[in-house]
């Protein structure tokens, strides 16, 4: 039982210590809380995409906002990229996986929308193609990455580098930060 109670508290102590820097990206937090606010004010949607841990993260988030988060709201405009399987297979066999959001972004983004690859390594072709098409079609693009931001954050107008180089814990800032952002639109649009 101690290597279990080893783990723990490695695991928590990295997972704390990830948290406690989260305040440092305050302003750009701000930044993207208020352009998704915009965002959807205007009548435009978010759109999430990502692989792996990342692929459940877009789809958390995105039903987040088409469902609620804790308040009873009218529902949001959001997608995520990464959860019909048809589309995904189709392009990944026709045009290769490296493509799969980019031609997703082509037919479903506008102008005004939001577009947030996920992207702890900050270098996923896929994911970086999907921002380079959602700047294309003139969409925010965001990025969240890990520590490093990799070209992800190079690209994006707005980038969230999670305090940590470590996968899991980046996935945790981002899962937080998702659920902050949640809030804000909860409070946001409450009333609308």
Do not use: W
């Not at 972004?105 to 072709?125: C, F, V, Y």
């Amino acid at each position: 039982m101690s290597d279990f109670s080893d783990i723990f508290a490695q695991q928590t102590a990295a997972h704390r210590a990830a948290v406690e820097r989260l305040p440092e990206s305050l302003p750009v937090l701000e930044k993207l809380s208020a352009a998704i606010i915009d965002c959807l004010r205007a009548g435009h949607k978010v759109l999430f995409f990502g692989n792996g841990g990342s692929a459940a993260d877009a789809q958390h988030l995105a039903a987040e906002f088409v469902i609620r988060y804790r308040l009873n709201r009218r529902s949001l405009p959001a997608l995520a990229l990464t959860t019909d399987t048809s589309m995904l297979t189709a392009c990944g066999n026709d045009f290769g996986f490296e493509t799969i959001f980019a031609r997703q972004i082509e037919g479903l983004a506008r102008a005004g929308d939001i577009a947030i690859g996920i992207t702890t390594s900050g270098n996923s072709p896929n994911v970086l193609a999907g921002l380079d098409a959602a700047k294309a079609r003139g969409c925010v693009t965001v990025s969240f990455t890990a520590e490093s931001g990799g070209r992800a954050a190079e690209i994006a107008d707005i980038a969230f580098k999670a305090p940590s180089a470590v996968t899991a814990h980046a996935q945790e800032c981002h899962m937080i930060v998702g659920h902050i952002l949640c809030e804000m639109v909860d409070r946001v649009f409450a009333d609308a």
